[in-house]
């Protein structure tokens, strides 16, 4: 029903900041709510932050907040993730994810098990 591409990524110091994006194609992107996770190697898949169907409401994990921003443009079909003062730790792929849920506008959901599109993931490597 939807596919998502995201881009953004690369390699950086520590310290500076990306902004990854989630370019989302198929049924109106409005009706999702959406997600990031990362997999660094060796590790399990884990929420960083996710964001509402209205955009009104987000949810950013301990380890990335005040330094990550989840947001999205429905009028440009895409979400990001603004990625400042990043850490060696944050080294990982970043995949975006969407879903359709019977919870109302203001739903945040932050269990992988309950995205069923996911994006192809892009790596985000930070040295220090």
């Known amino acids: 029903q939807v596919q998502l591409v995201e881009s953004g990524g690369g390699l950086v110091q520590a310290g500076v900041s990306l902004r990854l994006s989630c370019a989302a194609s198929?049924?109106?992107?409005?009706?999702?709510?959406t997600g990031w996770f990362r997999q660094a190697p060796g590790k399990e898949r884990e929420v960083v932050a996710a964001?509402?169907?209205?955009?009104?409401?987000?949810y950013s994990a301990d380890s990335v907040k005040g330094r990550f921003t989840i947001s999205r443009d429905d009028a440009k079909n895409t979400a990001y993730l603004q990625m400042n003062s990043l850490k060696p730790e944050d080294t990982a792929v970043y995949y975006c994810?969407?879903?359709?849920?019977?919870?109302?506008?203001?739903?945040?959901?932050?269990?992988?098990?309950?995205?069923?599109?996911w994006g192809q993931g892009t790596q985000v490597t930070v040295s220090s």
């Open positions: 964001i509402s169907r209205s955009g009104g409401r987000s």
């Open positions: 198929g049924r109106t992107f409005s009706t999702y709510a």
């Open positions: 994810a969407a879903t359709t849920l019977p919870y109302g506008s203001e739903w945040i959901e932050t269990s992988p098990l309950r995205y069923a599109y």
